[in-house]
């Protein structure tokens, strides 16, 4: 991998600035004290300071990164010329030419004027495309021309017209025109730059100074007071030696002047404004410089029309940046920026458009099953990927047949429209067989599949809002048959999804309301029918349809979330009962259900604690019931959580133990002190399935080796307590000992079960 090594200036480069600001400083005090020979000391100090800088640039460019190398050859080379230029102003002024403005050496100074300006449109702070430096080169010629009938007004205001014969007097009005632009230049690329790049402050003090020392230069050779060496020829060598000390500024950190994906900052009011704001004075002073016969000096009339031009330039470049932006704002409002894909915005539109059609209409809705756990596994730049290949396979697999979006994370519309040579469910087919994985997806778990739900308009909808919701409810019908399905919305699933959601609201008023209540059934001590323990568990008394089962209401609160009040209201409820029993039975625990929402929070521990302390229940006497699922998809936190709340005392069980995925490496890491066998494996117990009395036989030694409890669950049959007890568990929990029951008849069972009946 190639590496730029950027380096810091040499000892060589600080010797060399601080002889270069020897010579200006000896120029300054030979000059101010009009010694003789003010006008050589003049040009050879402008000429060794310029040539020094000229070194100094090249040396910055081997220094710095690439990316910024041109910049500062481009700066060597403006120095180069312009001690060529003095060094020709110095021979010809010496051949007996007291102002030697030749074609020459002003063909010289203006090319260095070009590339100083390359050089500021190739700083690190410079627009990357060719459009806006070529706004910003515009920028910064308005600028400068509007100077020159500003400049006429300030320098010649009380010149003769007759003074004016000699056309270099006039054109010397470029000068500080030159030097204007280019500070505009400076200032439009460096300041929406953040943070600001040192050199380019110092080379705008650079650029202040000569733009000051051409304007007091032109006003004194109008007048006719300038001579060579003049207090004013200093700010030149002055100016240059500002530009050799800029190298010696560090370069970027990053080494490449920053991000070029970041995102460019807003520019600032003046920035916009900055080019315009000359004009209004250019103007007022046209009118000042017309001459008493009424007309214009020819100088300024030139330069009004090439503002002019300028400024029609410029405006028509904004009004193509604005038609391209409208157009960038345009696919960023109606396509989807991850898949290129329309997004919910134009899909809406172009539904409601159809709708108006006399034609047949259908929506086909899909979400990706099981798209979370790709993000959590392997991140969300990953997921993203998969995205965009997900959504190019189905745009291939609907093709014509109708128009795909994105509505946002993993759901995705097809709108079908017109004349269908396809019908709606094999375009459905062809899209979940487009997302089948594909060779090496399945073996890196990168293969989620989709549940689609498709509605067709009928006289029933009203409006396009009815006909996403029929999707939506069909979609969810076909995650309910086991995903990677597709369900068409019918009369009877749309009745369904109406209860389900009149259900969902009546379960956000369940606990406020005291809808809910807990029944307890018994777990007993298999060698003594002891009732140590009990399970509870939650019913909901419906005001409208009776007591609600557990299986009824909890599936629909874990899926909007409810499921957190409901399993805080049990864990409270559930205390303040094992508080009452152990009154009676100092040694009755309670267990409790808690579902994984519940794991991932961070207040967890605050709810139990709360719970205990505010019943007075010791935290030995509560047990947690976990499923294997939601203790598998548990993050490091979620174990270190687990942790904690053994630490306090609490019982972690492992619920439906051999139903999820049972392995040697989870039960290493999570702080269980229970297993609970499931109950399809107790149920075949007492058979001559023997394999079932196999696996309790080996759950029962597997827990026995971690030293964890075990409770056999589910237990009916006198044939079946009769082999957990042969196979050595130690609880049973289930018909046979006690069905769930309220709180009072609760307490007449805390004495020992007839286990031998």
């Not at 102003?89 to 390359?118: E, K, S, Y």
């Not at 459905?428 to 599949?449: I, K």
Request: proline content about 6%; charged content about 20%; aromatic content about 6%.
């Amino acid at each position: 991998m190639n590496r730029v090594v950027v380096a810091r200036p040499t000892l060589s480069g600080r010797v060399g600035l601080v002889a270069a600001a020897v010579v200006v400083l000896g120029e300054t005090v030979w000059l101010v004290a009009a010694l003789p020979g003010a006008a050589v000391v003049s040009d050879l100090g402008a000429v060794a300071v310029a040539a020094w800088a000229a070194v100094a640039c090249v040396g910055a460019s081997r220094r710095h990164p690439l990316a910024l190398r041109r910049f500062w050859r481009l700066l060597a080379v403006t120095m180069a010329l312009a001690a060529i230029g003095r060094v020709l102003w110095t021979v010809q002024r010496l051949d007996g030419h007291q102002l030697p403005h030749t074609p020459l050496i002003g063909g010289v100074f203006t090319a260095g004027i070009l590339t100083g300006t390359a050089a500021l449109l190739c700083s690190m702070a410079a627009p990357c495309s060719l459009v806006g430096q070529a706004r910003t080169l515009l920028d910064g010629v308005i600028v400068g021309l509007a100077l020159i009938p500003i400049g006429w007004v300030v320098v010649f205001h009380d010149v003769a017209a007759a003074d004016l014969a000699d056309p270099l007097r006039t054109l010397g009005l470029l000068y500080p025109m030159f030097d204007l632009m280019q500070l505009t230049i400076l200032v439009a690329v460096a300041g929406p730059s953040r943070p600001r790049w040192r050199p380019l402050t110092v080379i705008g003090a650079s650029l202040a100074i000569r733009a000051t020392a051409d304007t007091a230069y032109v006003s004194l050779i109008a007048h006719g007071s300038y001579t060579p060496g003049h207090p004013i020829d200093v700010c030149w060598p002055l100016s240059y030696l500002l530009i050799g000390a800029a190298t010696t500024c560090p370069p970027p950190a990053g080494g490449d002047g920053g991000d070029e994906t970041a995102e460019s900052p807003l520019p600032p009011w003046w920035r916009v404004a900055l080019p315009y704001l000359p004009v209004g004075g250019a103007i007022v002073a046209v009118v000042l410089a017309r001459r008493p016969t009424g007309q214009t000096p020819h100088l300024i009339f030139l330069g009004i029309m090439a503002l002019l031009g300028v400024l029609a330039l410029r405006q028509g470049l904004a009004a193509n940046e604005n038609l391209r932006l409208v157009a960038r704002l345009r696919r960023l409002a109606y396509s989807d920026q991850l898949t290129g894909l329309p997004n919910r915005l134009t899909f809406n539109r172009r539904l409601r458009r159809a709708l108006r059609d006399d034609a047949p209409v259908a929506v086909l809705l899909l979400d990706l099953d099981g798209f979370k756990q790709v993000n959590d596994r392997f991140g969300h730049p990953t997921g993203d990927r998969l995205l965009a290949s997900i959504a190019e396979r189905m745009r291939d697999a609907t093709g014509a047949d109708g128009m795909i979006a994105r509505l946002g994370g993993d759901e995705f519309a097809v709108l079908v429209h017109g004349d269908r040579p396809v019908p709606p469910e094999r375009l459905a087919e062809r899209l979940l067989t487009a997302l089948e994985p594909l060779p090496g997806e399945e073996d890196l778990g990168l293969n989620p599949s989709a549940s689609i739900g498709i509605a067709e308009y009928g006289p029933q909808h009203t409006s396009h809002t009815d006909l996403l919701r029929d999707a939506d409810i069909a979609m969810y019908a076909a995650k309910a048959a086991g995903k990677s399905a597709y369900r068409t919305c019918t009369s009877a699933l749309r009745e369904s999804a109406v209860t389900r959601a009149e259900l969902i609201a009546d379960l956000r008023r369940a606990v406020d309301e005291g809808q809910l209540h807990l029944e307890y059934q018994p777990i007993v001590d298999l060698a003594t029918g002891a009732v140590r323990s009990a399970e509870a568990l939650v019913r909901w008394r419906h005001p409208r349809l009776g007591v609600l089962a557990p299986e009824r209401f909890l599936p629909l609160a874990e899926e909007t979330g409810l499921i957190l009040p409901v399993d805080r209201w049990v864990i409270h409820e559930a205390c303040r009962a094992a508080a009452a029993w152990r009154k009676r039975d100092p040694q009755v625990t309670v267990a409790v259900n808690i579902a994984a929402a519940h794991l991932r929070r961070p207040d967890l521990i605050a709810t139990v604690t709360a719970a205990t302390g505010g019943a007075g229940l010791p935290a030995r006497a509560l047990t947690l019931e976990l499923t294997e699922s939601a203790l598998i998809e548990g993050s490091d936190v979620v174990l270190d959580r687990l942790r904690q709340l053994r630490e306090l005392g609490i019982q972690i069980a492992i619920d439906d133990f051999g139903t999820g995925y049972s392995s040697l490496s989870y039960l290493h890491r999570i702080p269980a002190t229970e297993l609970k066998v499931d109950r399809s494996f107790v149920s075949r117990l007492g058979t001559e399935d023997a394999r079932a009395y196999a696996t309790v036989d080996m759950v029962n030694r597997l827990a026995a080796a971690f030293d964890l409890a075990v409770v056999a669950e589910g237990v009916e049959t006198d044939a079946q307590h009769a082999a957990v007890t042969a196979i050595g568990c130690v609880h049973g929990q289930g018909f046979r000992y006690g069905r769930p029951v309220a709180l009072p008849e609760l307490l007449t069972t805390l004495t020992p079960v007839d286990v031998a009946r």
